[in-house]
């Protein structure tokens, strides 16, 4: 299938710049036995006993460096995740220009990572020259935001789920950002139960496929957790609510390997046959993205509809955007 089949044109203007001022503000484009107008706040009135509401717990690193070089030239680093010996891996920019073993320096001139060599991916591999990675992060890092967001002094907790746990991750489960303390326990209040896993957001996951056909992209690899007792609950439901195309990832690799925790590079295409879960609530995604081509295997080609239908009822884009709830099959 060709990937021209997912795109679509999303006017500049329709891209979400901020988040709203409460979370659950957001508009939900409901479509189950008919399509409504609602809002995230109305999420709950959706459920039923029976449910399983199932969140991503992950959490953003700090994992944005702006550092220099010997020469005062500036490097950014972005650390993707730990690989081994105390490594980590690392989008570098410039790459092609620093050697392996220079050393990267702060503000004031302290020496504070090492880059090392280029990994089969592209990537970088750096480490802390005095300390552990994870507090360099905790001093010079920041939150890194999508680069379709033009303004950086957003508040950065807003990229942060509010039950955000497990500090993994580049980037944020967006579909949980519109949810609430309150509307978790309204999730609860009507007869369902909520549940978390981790999945730890990569860098991949918003990109673009480069590939002219949708086959011949190469899905990238993620870590994922699932505890049994949570595992038991989500085979037990009368439903299964995810919130997020990683929720998604998550649990049908669950169901496909049967490991409640590895790695996946799981790549939900059409055909593609769902195990786990009935319905997902989601942001507005990217043209030509793999989470486009995972929504049209969940529900079919009437994504189409859906998103020219938000277009033109001035729906906001993207990760601080609106969203949707949807069924399998429909």
């Given at each position: 299938m060709d990937i021209s089949n997912f795109d679509y044109d999303l006017p500049k203007d329709s891209i979400a710049q901020?988040?709203?001022?409460?979370r659950d503000e957001s508009k939900l484009l409901v479509a189950t036995k008919a399509v409504e107008h609602m809002h995230t706040r109305d999420f709950p009135s959706l459920l039923g006993p029976g449910d399983v509401v199932?969140?991503?717990?992950?959490?953003?690193?700090?994992?944005r460096l702006n550092l220099r070089r010997l020469t005062g030239g500036a490097v950014e680093v972005l650390a993707l995740e730990e690989a081994d010996n105390g490594r980590w891996e690392a989008l570098v920019r410039p790459s092609r220009k620093i050697q392996v073993g220079e050393e990267l320096l702060d503000q004031s001139g302290k020496a504070v990572l090492r880059i090392e060599e280029v990994t089969h991916k592209g990537?970088?591999?750096?480490?802390?020259?005095?300390?552990?990675?994870?507090?360099i992060l905790s001093v010079y890092g920041e939150i890194p935001l999508p680069p379709y967001i033009e303004n950086n002094e957003i508040d950065k907790n807003r990229y942060q789920t509010v039950y955000a746990q497990n500090e993994?991750?580049?980037?944020?489960?967006?579909?949980?950002?519109?949810?609430t303390k309150e509307t978790i326990d309204r999730c609860e209040g009507a007869g369902a139960s909520v549940v978390t896993v981790n999945l730890s957001v990569g860098i991949g996951t918003f990109q673009p496929i480069a590939t002219d056909?949708?086959?011949?992209?190469v899905m990238h690899s993620e870590r994922y957790s699932v505890e049994a007792d949570v595992w038991e609950?989500?085979?037990?439901?009368?439903?299964?609510?995810?919130?997020?195309?990683?929720?998604?990832?998550?649990l049908e690799s669950v169901a496909s390997t049967g490991r409640l925790e590895g790695r996946t590079k799981l790549y939900i295409k059409p055909g593609f046959q769902f195990r786990v879960v009935d319905s997902l609530l989601t942001n507005f995604h990217l043209p030509k993205s793999s989470l486009l081509v995972m929504i049209e295997a969940f529900m079919g080609k009437s994504w189409k509809n859906l998103y020219h239908l938000a277009l033109k009822?001035?729906?906001r884009f993207l990760s601080f955007g609106d969203a949707m709830f949807i069924e399998r099959g429909g």
């Open positions: 901020f988040p709203l001022s409460q199932v969140l991503n717990e992950t959490r953003v690193m700090p994992a990537t970088r591999y750096i480490s802390s020259i005095e300390t552990e990675m994870r507090e993994n991750s580049v980037a944020a489960p967006t579909a949980g950002l519109h949810i056909s949708i086959d011949e992209h609950t989500i085979q037990k439901a009368k439903r299964v609510i995810a919130v997020g195309t990683t929720v998604v990832r998550t009822e001035g729906y």
